[in-house]
């Protein structure tokens, strides 16, 4: 039943894959089709800027991100797709760029244009894209088709270590969040928190439970009923967000179970909510600006009490209900003061402009909720600090 209610709550309260949360895939096939259609203009687009020492090629080594490979050739690395000529399924599955491969700037036409370029023949060695100079020849190509098993060799789009905790949680529920669902009663010994490698004792598993779900060894997550997020604006709640505490293993079936905690984030505890382990979701995103406006709010930070800086999460105010999708750039603006202007002999209140402070990607949507990895930051990033299409 857990199982079943894990995917009827994320079908309910998450998005459609086509909108929302998107569902962990299997191997990728990557398709060189269709390539000649761009992706539409965008707000505010304007002609593509070269970073001011983009290179002529780049050899990929492992270790580069999509995001780190665009900031070497251009000043607004979220335009990458416009200069590849990408097609909306590549935008959203860019498996196709591994260690290796060789990119090269093309300056031949009014627009610069990347190509990836590989070396003619088996055995063949570009020694230019490596020395800057003449070499063996080498052939331009569209990325190929490729069948690779999903983050194996390709490139991610950002590194994942910041983000790797956000991938399958915090968990976005409804307000009754998870009431439902199995819950820690007792404690190793009596102790107040559990940690790591501490025995819990659970209720809830045994009715209706699937029995391949609640059975000994099955894995489960622990979270702290929701927490709300509201708007900074109207002060309403947008979403309920569960706090992931941690994971453990079922060891000994019954009621109560016994449960091991394998891992502990925070501090877990009687009355902690049990939800059956998710599958990563995978990071296939290409950094890239909605097609349209877009204006929201930062409504939590992570890892911070109120302010966070580059390569910190932040929750934004609006998800798939507003056209936000994984990979997508957005603009974080600090919003004017507002002040008395006594400067012409009478008081005046005026709000000053806003100033764009830096660059978030969102990684994760739902419904009317996304999160973001703020990618540069010029001064501290705070709740309340908007977010708009760069």
Do not use: C
Request: hydrophobic content about 40%; cysteine-free.
């Amino acid at each position: 039943m857990y199982a079943a209610t894990g995917a009827v709550l994320a079908a309910l309260v998450a998005s459609a894959p086509a909108r929302g949360e998107d569902a962990a895939a299997a191997p990728v096939v990557q398709q060189a089709a269709d390539r000649a259609a761009a992706p539409a203009s965008r707000p505010g687009g304007g002609p593509i800027e070269l970073a001011p020492d983009a290179p002529d090629r780049h050899v990929v080594v492992r270790g580069d991100t999509l995001w780190d490979i665009a900031g070497r050739f251009l000043r607004k690395p979220w335009r990458w797709p416009e200069i590849w000529e990408m097609n909306r399924a590549e935008i959203r599955d860019p498996h196709w760029i591994y260690p290796g491969d060789v990119i090269v700037l093309d300056r031949s036409g009014p627009t610069p244009r990347l190509r990836l370029a590989h070396p003619v023949g088996e055995n063949a060695i570009d020694t230019s894209a490596l020395t800057g100079g003449a070499g063996l020849p080498i052939e331009k190509r569209s990325p190929d088709v490729r069948t690779q098993e999903l983050g194996r060799d390709a490139i991610p789009t950002i590194s994942s270590a910041e983000i790797a905790p956000f991938l399958n949680r915090p968990l976005i529920v409804d307000e009754r969040g998870l009431d439902a669902h199995p819950r820690i009663v007792a404690t190793q010994d009596g102790r107040l928190n559990l940690g790591t490698g501490d025995l819990g004792y659970v209720r809830g598993m045994t009715e209706d439970g699937d029995a391949a779900a609640t059975a000994a060894g099955s894995r489960w997550q622990v979270y702290r009923p929701a927490r709300p997020l509201g708007d900074p604006d109207t002060r309403r709640t947008i979403a309920w967000e569960a706090l992931y505490l941690g994971s453990g293993q079922i060891e000994q079936e019954g009621d109560p179970a016994a449960m091991r905690i394998v891992a502990a984030n925070e501090e877990i505890g009687t009355g902690d909510r049990l939800m059956p382990a998710e599958r990563r979701l995978p990071v296939v995103y290409t950094p890239h600006a909605p097609d349209s406006e877009v204006s929201g709010r930062i409504v939590a930070v992570y890892r911070g009490l109120s302010q966070v800086g580059r390569n910190n999460v932040v929750a934004l105010s609006v998800g798939a209900d507003d056209g936000i999708e994984r990979g997508h750039v957005l603009d974080i603006r600090q919003r004017g003061r507002s002040i008395t202007d006594r400067t012409n002999g009478r008081a005046e209140r005026i709000v000053l402009p806003s100033q764009s402070i830096g660059h978030l990607l969102v990684f994760r949507v739902f419904d009317k909720i996304a999160y973001g990895l703020v990618m540069d930051a010029s001064q501290p990033i705070s709740v309340g600090d908007d977010v708009a299409t760069p």
